[in-house]
Nanobody, 126 residues
Framework: QVHVGESGGGLVQVGGSLRLSCEVSGLTFRSATVGWFRQAPGKEREFVATHRGYGNRAYYADSVTGRFTISRDNARNTVYLQMDTLKPEDTAVYYC???????????????????WGQGTQVTVSS
């Protein structure tokens, strides 16, 4: 059984930083694509960033490029999302998602990921 668990959310001031962690178990982590999505109140879920195990490459939404960094530690089965220069519009519930065999064109699509965590709240205060 696959388990996805997020941690690291919280309250931070504008311009501050947070690091989210996502631990995944029950699948071949080294080959998995593990990503982050977020959903703000009244808005649809949106793609944030993902890290593809195959090819060891990261992909980002335009809105976070240059501010967020996704990385992975295969020894710990964990993916991290370092969030810097946070803005009020980054406030949302952040979800970690994992999947196997994702093709390039589906990396930013939530439905392509088979396994999801419960989410962690990130609040950026101004």
């Amino acid at each position: 059984q696959v388990h996805v668990g997020e941690s690291g959310g919280g309250l931070v001031q504008v311009g501050g930083s947070l690091r989210l962690s996502c631990e995944v178990s029950g699948l071949t982590f080294r080959s998995a694509t593990v990503g982050w999505f977020r959903q703000a109140p009244g808005k649809e879920r949106e793609f944030v960033a993902t890290h593809r195990g195959y090819g060891n490459r990261a992909y980002y939404a335009d809105s976070v490029t240059g501010r967020f960094t996704i990385s992975r530690d295969n020894a710990r089965n964990t993916v991290y999302l370092q969030m810097d220069t946070l803005k009020p519009e980054d406030t949302a519930v952040y979800y970690c998602a994992a999947g196997m065999g994702l093709i390039l064109s589906s990396l930013r699509t939530g439905s392509a990921y088979a396994h999801w965590g419960q989410g962690t709240q990130v609040t950026v205060s101004s």
